[in-house]
């Protein structure tokens, strides 16, 4: 069973850059879409970025232009650029197979936009 461990956020103030990674436990070659997921507080849990297997992304309008997703297959790692952060960013974000989450959640990593 994959285990997925996000880290990297921390408080950060707002036009301020983060790097957010997802190790995950397993092989994660297989999966063909993984993402990046944010829940804020009293909001529902959305998909920010997807990045297809082979390289290709996809941003949710909110973020586009701002943050980046990758992958590297061989490190089993997916990671997150953000950059010109705004208080709005603030959630707890995740990582999951997309849009189907097919892994167990992880415990998220706390990412606050904050002068």
């Known amino acids: 069973q994959v285990q997925l461990v996000e880290s990297g956020g921390g408080l950060v103030q707002p036009g301020g850059s983060l790097r957010l990674s997802c190790a995950a436990s397993?092989?994660?070659?297989?999966?063909?879409?993984m993402g990046w997921y944010r829940q804020a507080p009293g909001k529902r849990r959305e998909l920010v970025a997807s990045?297809?297997?082979?390289?290709?992304?996809n941003y949710a309008d909110s973020v586009k232009g701002r943050f980046t997703i990758s992958r590297d297959n061989a490190k089993n790692t997916v990671y997150l650029q953000m950059n010109s952060l705004k208080p709005e960013d603030t959630a707890v974000y995740y990582c999951?197979?997309?849009?189907?989450?097919?892994?167990?959640w992880g415990k998220g990593t706390l990412v606050t936009v904050s002068s």
């Open positions: 397993g092989n994660i070659f297989s999966i063909i879409l």
């Open positions: 999951n197979s997309a849009p189907n989450t097919v892994i167990d």
């Open positions: 990045v297809t297997r082979g390289g290709s992304t």
